[in-house]
């Protein structure tokens, strides 16, 4: 790996060309034998490899191995520090003549990441999980610390929710809730587990969010918060959960916008312990590419690396495409723009409500993906919009022999619910004969 690393790093940084010539056959040496060449080796390689390449490059290279002392390396530390200085200073002028071009093209936030990049050059110590040196680390318990969602059914089956260095989605169409279910989520957050609940709102002004916020955990209508001002603010007081809500302009925010936003916070003594984007689909993208789809997987990519960076839970929304506005049940086939953003999500379930449904404050939540277990579970549930009220019905197991509904909160799967249809149907055709 080291080798591999100096080999990049040769070909990236050294200007010099004898420089690049001499470690390359020097590095080419120890790989085959596992040792480094001696000096009369060294010498002998370079004159029959080189001879008739480049005359100035190899005289100079000739001269640099005359100057060569090889005695045994005490130093190794400070060697590795001033190696490593060097490599960060010929990153860090590459990223700054990268970053000329585009500041012409006023992409700052791309600026941004490839100076960031090059600072990070070499900060990272860990060359990964040793398999028999750190044995005993696989078998010390780990903490997801999840966030509960509200719902007992869908928290059972989450093993407890969402866990931090996780990332949840919430589809739905257009007009369906996706911004409520984030309010409900963040609210259960803040109320029931006392966290530090940071929304950022892309579409909504930050008020709106905040009343809604108001009528979640309190249940007065929203077109009637203004006359129950004191009552409200008599149960929000005694919350010992912290919410932030930021606004910022659709497509005016980057991942980077909410990193440095983050950061801020955290200096200021405040660490988030949820993080709810509304939503990711409305940010805009660090790189510019030649396709949206590509740009929105990035985006969903950046959001689950902030959710491990913080350490907490990251939900966001995302919207179907019109296949999805009046479909009983939508899949992630009905996903908007990008499907590979589903394979960055730890958790995602989708919302589907019909303009039937709307009238009786129902629809339908299928869990499209579970990391954390089962998936493939449809769920109906009551949404009234007017409190963000959002609740699991509950559930009808299914007994084929006698067609009995007993109420049940197991979850029933789609091929139990057309169970379920089938035997209404054939009790349906016996009572017309």
Known sequence: ???????????????????????????????????????????????????????????????????????EV?????????????????????????????????????????????????????????????????????????????????????????????LGVVIAPTGAGKSM?????????????????????LELQDTVVA?????????????????????????????EGKLIVKEYPTKSA??????????????????????VVDYADLLKPVIIRKEKRNELESIYEELRAISQEFECPVWTASQTNRSGLNAEVITMEQISEAFNKCFVADFICTISRTIEDKQKNQGKMFIAKNRNGPDGIIYDIFMDTSNVCIKMLPKVSVNTANATLPMNPVPVTAKEQRGILQNRYEKFKTKRK
């Open 1 to 71: 790996m080291l080798i591999r690393l100096v080999k990049y790093w040769t070909l990236i940084f050294l200007e010099l060309e004898y420089l690049k010539m001499f470690v390359s056959k020097l590095l080419k040496y120890r790989n085959k034998y596992s040792k480094h060449p001696s000096r009369e080796a060294l010498v002998t390689i370079l004159r029959t490899e080189y001879v008739n390449d480049d005359e100035v490059a190899y005289n100079q290279l000739m001269d640099y191995c005359k100057k060569i002392d090889i005695h």
């Open 74 to 166: 005490t130093d190794v530390e400070y060697i590795k520090e001033i190696s490593l200085e060097f490599c960060r200073k010929q990153k860090l002028k590459e990223a700054m003549i990268e970053s000329v071009n585009l500041l012409q093209a006023c992409s700052f936030d791309e600026i941004s990441k490839v100076i960031n990049d090059a600072l990070k050059l070499g900060s990272d110590n860990n060359f990964g999980y040793d398999y028999l040196a750190d044995f005993e680390e696989r078998f010390r318990p780990k903490f997801r610390n999840p966030v509960t969602t509200g719902w007992k059914e869908i928290d059972n089956i989450s093993s407890g929710g969402l866990g931090k260095s996780e």
């Open 181 to 201: 279910i984030l309010v409900h989520l963040g609210a259960q957050a803040l109320k029931e587990e006392k966290k530090t609940v940071v929304h950022y709102t």
């Open 211 to 239: 009343s809604r916020y108001d009528s979640c955990i309190t249940s007065y209508p929203l077109s009637d918060l203004k006359n129950f001002k004191d009552e409200i603010y008599d149960v929000v007081k005694d919350i």
């Open 254 to 275: 980057s991942t980077n916008t909410i990193k440095t936003h983050l950061s801020k916070l955290i200096k200021r003594g405040i660490k988030p312990g949820l993080i």
